[in-house]
């Protein structure tokens, strides 16, 4: 089982989570694009790595993979194609780390080869969700390879999960995310308390992450695609009436990239 999910920061805004299993002799990472906090974090505490999930093929999600490897002979799953990955997963397989399963969903979008991790909460106080960069605090992922067809769609596979999941992706871009929700999404009251509270916990010097999905459902612009608000700030865009919801979506997703 986990007794503890660790964020460990790495280059200049993305996480590592770290999760410690209650034996207190393993853990497994998500996505160590770099070995150094894993090594540093793993040694401290004398834990060796039975495990490592990848989410997608990106260097600052999987430059860590061949050291990690090497100094721990850890298992590695992740998509197919990716050097290092032993076992490929894809859309409903089941993956066992820590004696906790985790289902894979595909969620393409940000690339075409994304995938994410849920456990339904039967082994932990709450589900979990290790997203990657399909979904952000406040945000989504830039859209790479996929359409916004496609990231529509996996957002929504995100959307039907029950809203106490724990969101756990991999960088700290709530400021500037909430900032482009404002934008978007100017007469949400639950948006402007949660820029408030935010930015309280970055003055602290603690991560905004995880995020819950009942709170990315009341304030994040990407999952309200279907709310009359966006709609309207869609359509401001645009110049004229949109109704069709990835139409929304790829029209605040455009703005995004220009914010």
């Known amino acids: 089982m986990i007794s503890r999910i660790h964020p460990l920061p790495a280059f200049r805004d993305n996480y590592i989570w770290t999760l410690i299993g209650d034996d207190g002799a393993n ?18 505490r004398g834990l060796g790595l039975s495990d490592i999930l990848i989410t997608h093929h990106h260097h600052d999600h999987t430059g860590g993979l061949a050291d990690l490897i090497g100094g721990y002979q850890p298992r590695v799953y992740g998509p197919a194609g990716i050097a290092g990955v032993a076992e490929a997963l894809r859309e409903g397989s089941r993956v066992a780390v820590l004696g906790v399963e985790f289902t894979v969903f595909e969620v393409p979008g940000h690339t075409l ?11 932990h106080r709450d589900p979990l969700l290790f997203c990657g960069d399909t979904l952000f605090a406040a945000g989504c ?27 756990h992706c991999t960088h700290e871009y709530t400021l500037a995310n909430l900032a482009f929700a404002v934008a978007a999404d100017p007469d949400n009251p639950a948006l402007r308390s949660r820029v408030e509270s935010e930015r309280k916990k970055r003055e602290q010097g603690r991560p905004t992450l995880p995020s819950t999905l009942a709170l990315e459902l009341a304030t994040n612009p990407f999952l309200r695609c ?24 790829a029209a605040i997703r455009k703005w995004k990239d220009q914010f």
């Open 27 to 44: 853990a497994c990472v998500v996505d160590p694009g770099d070995p150094a906090p894993v090594r540093e974090f793993l040694d401290s």
């Open 113 to 123: 080869d994304h995938i994410a991790y849920y456990h339904d909460g039967s082994a």
């Open 226 to 249: 279907g709310e009359a608000a966006l709609a309207a700030s869609a359509g401001s865009r645009l110049g004229r009436p949109v109704t069709d919801e990835t139409e929304v979506f």
């Open 141 to 167: 992922g830039r859209l790479f390879e996929g359409s916004p067809a496609q990231m529509l769609a996996s957002l929504r596979k995100f959307t039907a999960l029950p809203p106490a999941t724990a969101v």
